[in-house]
């Protein structure tokens, strides 16, 4: 709001010259909503399917339905190198992650996850442990990209979402599932505490600390009802179909809007979950100090005076 006031003569002065110049009109945004889906060319992965399902959205899905879409090796390198070629791509505004097949995921995949822990390298204890240790490190990586991604991330999970999957989905920005859905912090069941954000990120999530002490102690099913009520997920769809149409949706609705509003959003949002309201809040001046200064503003606020939707705006990449 404060943006806003400090912005208000500027824009008022701008927008009256750009008015009388008869500037180009705006080319209007199209919706793919009836396309199929576009395979991406540059995004080639074992355990990932990358499509690009409306104007400026991508579709991740997690791609290895006959194992549950169960995390292997490979998965946590790959979520990495998709991410964060997301990051800095262009053309994407916003991205969809859903899970191929009967379910969102089963977690790790304990058949070949549990013999890399269980065969670490070094020649003492405080060798293995080290290892261990920056092997976690690199396995919380693969989540904590989401989170760092500028581009806001949708986590739309039908069937079961297990352990890992908690972790993956506590990282996204907005969380959509259907009626069967059903979550679950799986990992005092097989002998560990969850390790790669779970613990971290759900309790603000929730906002309810009893109830994620509740689920992580006793790993047990929160349906999705629940999980709705409680604030993990913010809607709950009849079926997966009605879900991805959703999701694809408010993500082609994020994706119209300025990328620098959003963008800019998104890494506020973050940095303010985890400093106080008075560090949130320089750190918001020192962002928008800059930020205003976009062409973005202008458009936006042209268009909101002829009474036209953000999706007739043409933005400059970013």
């Keep these: 709001m404060a943006a806003a006031a400090v912005a208000g003569s500027f824009l008022r002065g701008l927008l009256r010259r750009q008015l009388s110049a008869q500037c180009q009109p705006l080319l209007s945004f199209r919706a793919m909503s009836s396309a199929p889906e576009q395979p991406h060319a540059s995004h080639s992965y074992e355990t990932l399917?990358?499509?690009r399902v409306r104007e400026k959205v991508f579709h991740v899905e997690l791609n290895r339905p006959d194992k549950r879409n169960a995390m292997n090796a490979v998965f946590w390198r790959e979520m990495v190198e998709c991410f964060n070629k997301i990051a800095q791509d262009s053309d994407c505004h916003a991205v969809v992650v859903s899970g191929a097949g009967k379910l969102f995921t089963a977690g790790i995949d304990l058949m070949e996850m549990?013999?890399?822990f269980m065969m670490v390298e070094g020649d003492d204890t405080a060798r293995k442990a080290w290892n261990t240790r920056k092997k976690i490190r690199e396995y919380q990586e693969s989540f904590t990209v989401l989170e760092r991604c500028p581009k806001p991330v949708i986590a739309a999970v039908h069937g079961a979402c297990i352990g890992g999957g908690v972790d993956l989905i506590s990282a996204c920005d907005i969380r959509?599932?259907?009626?069967?859905?059903?979550?679950?912090?799986?990992?005092?069941?097989?002998g560990l505490a969850a390790d790669v954000g779970t613990l971290q990120r759900l309790p603000k999530i929730i906002g309810n600390q009893s109830l994620v002490n509740e689920l992580a102690f006793t790993a047990r099913k929160m349906m999705?009802?629940?999980?709705?009520?409680?604030?993990?997920?913010?809607?709950?769809?009849?079926?997966?179909?009605?879900?991805?149409?959703?999701?694809?949706?408010?993500?082609?609705?994020?994706?119209?809007?300025?990328?620098?509003?959003?963008?800019?959003?998104?890494?506020?949002?973050?940095y303010s979950r985890d400093h106080s309201?008075?560090?949130?809040?320089?750190?918001?001046?020192?962002?928008?100090m800059s930020m205003l200064q976009t062409e973005d503003l202008m458009k936006s606020a042209q268009a909101a005076m002829e009474k036209k939707s953000t999706k007739d705006i043409v933005y400059s990449k970013m």
């Design 114 to 116: 549990g013999s890399m």
């Design 277 to 288: 309201v008075s560090e949130g809040l320089r750190y918001m001046a020192t962002w928008n």
């Design 224 to 270: 999705a009802p629940e999980a709705e009520s409680s604030g993990l997920v913010s809607r709950v769809f009849q079926d997966k179909q009605a879900m991805l149409e959703g999701a694809f949706e408010l993500a082609a609705d994020i994706a119209g809007k300025s990328p620098v509003a959003v963008q800019g959003t998104k890494v506020n949002l973050v």
């Design 176 to 190: 959509y599932c259907t009626q069967d859905a059903w979550f679950q912090v799986k990992e005092v069941d097989i």
């Design 49 to 51: 399917k990358v499509s």
